[in-house]
T-cell receptor
Framework: EAEVAQSPRYKITEKSQAVAFWCDPI?????LYWYRQILGQGPELLVQ????????DSQLPKDRFSAERLKGVDSTLKIQPAELGDSAMYLC??????????????FGEGSRLTVL | AQTVTQSQPEMSVQEAETVTLSCTYD???????LFWYKQPPSRQMILVIR??????QNATENRFSVNFQKAAKSFSLKISDSQLGDAAMYFC????????????FGAGTILRVKS
């Protein structure tokens, strides 16, 4: 069964360091999402791609976060410099189509970041 | 902006019993989609059930069903014959039909199943 792959599963870093997360969506899924989930809360969308283009990055802290999906397939989310408040689970998801007519998002297992 | 509210931080149910998780949402739009997602401990989030707002009939998926009250902007999830494997965090989520619009999640409800 096809799955969304994410790495690393766990990352511990010190504040002011750079971190990067990688996501490989399900093959053929044009839309890719990065969500941040703080412990005990619901996921919050950081950025949404349609192919290689950004559709929504309104909640992405652009002074320290960046995301790219250069060839419209896999994606990287970077944080530089990391801050204590960035400790969270970073979830990647993909969907077959950008419209909700399909609707279902498929999620990866997430990358848990701890900033010390 | 659309918001989703789950007022029950935690619920418990006895195995084989029925439990209902509540969700309300705020929107000015007439057409949209609603979802319930399940997130087991240390596992990825999976879709439980979806409801199209234009459909009056409540969605069902095996032991899972919803009570969709459009006028009241309410979307509750009923789990019948609860099983130990149902223990997880459950998220209610909202999405419009406009292209590119994001999926907005509620804060979640932890469901504990007692044997």
């Amino acid at each position: 069964e096809a799955e969304v792959a994410q790495s690393p599963r766990y990352k511990i870093t010190e504040k002011s360091q750079a971190v990067a997360f990688w996501c490989d969506p399900i093959s053929g899924h044009a839309t890719l999402y990065w969500y941040r989930q703080i412990l005990g809360q619901g996921p919050e969308l950081l950025v949404q791609f349609q192919d290689e283009s950004v559709v929504d990055d309104s909640q992405l802290p652009k002074d320290r976060f960046s995301a790219e999906r250069l060839k419209g397939v896999d994606s990287t989310l970077k944080i530089q410099p990391a801050e204590l408040g960035d400790s969270a689970m970073y979830l990647c998801a993909s969907s077959l189509d950008g419209t909700p007519l399909i609707g279902e998002l498929f999620f990866g297992e997430g990358s848990r970041l701890t900033v010390l | 902006a659309q918001t989703v509210t789950q007022s029950q931080p935690e619920m418990s149910v006895q195995e084989a019993e029925t439990v209902t998780l509540s969700c309300t949402y705020d929107t000015s739009e007439s057409d949209y989609y609603l979802f319930w997602y399940k997130q087991p401990p240390s596992r990825q989030m999976i879709l439980v059930i979806r409801q199209e707002a234009y459909k009056q009939q409540n969605a069902t998926e095996n032991r899972f069903s919803v009570n969709f009250q459009k006028a009241a902007k309410s979307f509750s999830l009923k789990i019948s014959d609860s099983q130990l494997g149902d223990a997880a965090m459950y998220f209610c989520a909202y999405r419009t039909v406009e292209y590119g619009n994001k999926l907005v999640f509620g804060a979640g409800t932890i469901l504990r199943v007692k044997s």
